[in-house]
């Protein structure tokens, strides 16, 4: 009854999810998946696997989701040229070791690890561009929380609007929209003290 709990030691937060920077200037990246779509909506379509992108600013919170086809180095440069073209080139962008992406195959981790060849040849396209890959230590997936976060937030939304349902590309894109602008819109703080004020602050003003 007088026994005392526990107190964890917090450690300071990085500089980048203090200081003030535009959207999406320090980002993070993970994949989740994967996810059954079907090439026509017709009857007895062909099915393949599809795989969701995960970007979140640090700085903001905000979430951008990308469809990609295949874990291949191609894949992944599209699915970011897309997301830099709307959001923004990252300065450092961020992700997990290859060793710690939970639930990956052999294919994903040799993408993602530092002496791959084509790990090599995605850092030298993305360094055209201003942008340095930036790896969590080894061992340490509690430093990839904030895109595990919306990853988790992500699949919540996915998984009771689509279920098991089989969806085309295009429906799936579809989804993940609405659900990136849903994500986008939740509160982070009041915007004022006045308790009359029932505005709040979200990443979407950003």
Known sequence: MRGETARQMMGQLPRVRTAPSRPFQHAGVD?????????WSGRSPRTYKAYL??????????????????????????????FAGRRGACS??????GTNLVGADAE?????????RE??????LLASDGTEWQFNPPSA??????????????????????GETWLTY????TVLAQIEGL????????????PLDVSALTPVIF
Not at 92 to 97: A, H, K, L, V, Y
């Open 31 to 39: 994949y989740a998946g994967p996810f059954t779509l079907k090439t």
């Open 53 to 82: 992108i995960v970007f979140v600013c640090f700085a903001t919170s905000a979430c951008h989701l990308e469809l990609a086809t295949d874990y291949s180095t191609e894949g992944f440069v599209a699915a970011y040229r897309r």
């Open 92 to 97: 450092p962008i961020r992700s997990d070791c």
């Open 108 to 116: 994903l981790k040799r993408l993602f690890s530092a002496a791959s």
């Open 119 to 124: 790990f090599t040849d995605l850092r030298n």
């Open 141 to 162: 997936p509690h430093f990839g929380g904030k895109w595990e976060a919306a990853v988790k937030s992500a699949k919540f939304h996915i998984k009771r609007v689509v």
């Open 170 to 173: 295009e429906e799936f894109s």
């Open 183 to 194: 994500i986008n819109s939740r509160p982070l703080c009041p915007l004022s003290d006045d």
